[in-house]
């Protein structure tokens, strides 16, 4: 059984760094094809996906976003770490990481951590 | 505004048909699958249709989805008070090498 779970702070200030780690079990992200994605959602809004890390450490950001992000196995074998600098109000979202099989489908979600952005 | 154009909403009555529709492009649609998320109110979305068109176990036949040059549908057959939720449609982008969702479609059941 696939879960996964979002975990950081609730709230953090503009102009700073957000660290998210998202903790899953029942998949092995040193197995090939799996990877784990970020992708986040603005109350009343539609999804956005973020980041991509895949098993072989290859990683894919947003074209609007790369330049703040960063994506990274964590030092536990089943955490994967997102960081996102510069935070500011637009950035008040749930927060959501998926598993991602098959080169196309976020198949399971975490509960997503929503994040609210003070200024 | 989203990539993908999806309807703001849709409405039936239980056991009536309903379809989402998804417009997309040539880089996203028109190239890649497509895949349709089901999100009901205060949780994470949960995928229904990956692949354009096949259902994740679990997932009941009364949801039907279908791809067709630049468009997508979701189809809901027979539809259920337990339906009313926000549905994404999602593809990959080629050309703005970037995973797109739709606005989402709330379904209402009246």
């Known amino acids: 059984q696939i879960t996964l779970k979002e975990s950081g702070p609730t709230v953090v200030k503009s102009a700073q760094t957000l660290t998210l780690t998202c903790t899953f079990s029942?998949?092995?992200?040193?197995?090939?094809?799996?990877?784990v994605a970020w992708i986040r959602q603005p109350p009343g809004k539609a999804l956005e996906w973020l980041a991509l890390i895949y098993w072989d450490d290859d990683k894919r950001y947003s074209p609007s976003l790369k330049t703040r992000l960063t994506i990274t196995k964590g030092t536990s074998r089943n955490q994967v770490v997102l960081t996102m600098t510069n935070m500011g109000p637009v950035d008040t979202a749930t927060y959501y990481c998926?598993?991602?099989?098959?080169?196309?489908?976020?198949?399971?979600w975490g509960q997503g951590t929503l994040v609210t952005v003070s200024s | 505004q989203s990539v993908l154009t999806q309807p703001p909403s849709a409405s039936g009555t239980p056991g009536q048909r309903v379809i989402i529709s998804c417009s997309g492009s040539s880089s996203n649609i028109g190239s890649n699958t497509v895949n349709w998320y089901q999100q009901l109110p205060g949780t994470a979305p949960k995928l229904l249709i990956y692949?354009?068109?096949q259902r994740p176990s679990g997932v009941p036949d009364r949801f039907s989805g279908s791809r067709f040059d630049t468009s997508a549908s979701l189809a809901i057959y027979g539809l259920q008070s337990e339906d009313e939720a926000d549905y994404y449609c999602?593809?990959?982008?080629?050309?703005?090498?970037?995973?797109?969702f739709g606005g989402g479609t709330k379904v209402t059941v009246l």
């Open positions: 692949n354009s068109y």
């Open positions: 029942g998949f092995s992200l040193t197995t090939s094809g799996v990877g």
């Open positions: 999602a593809a990959w982008d080629g050309s703005l090498n970037d995973w797109v």
């Open positions: 998926t598993h991602f099989v098959g080169g196309t489908n976020f198949d399971y």
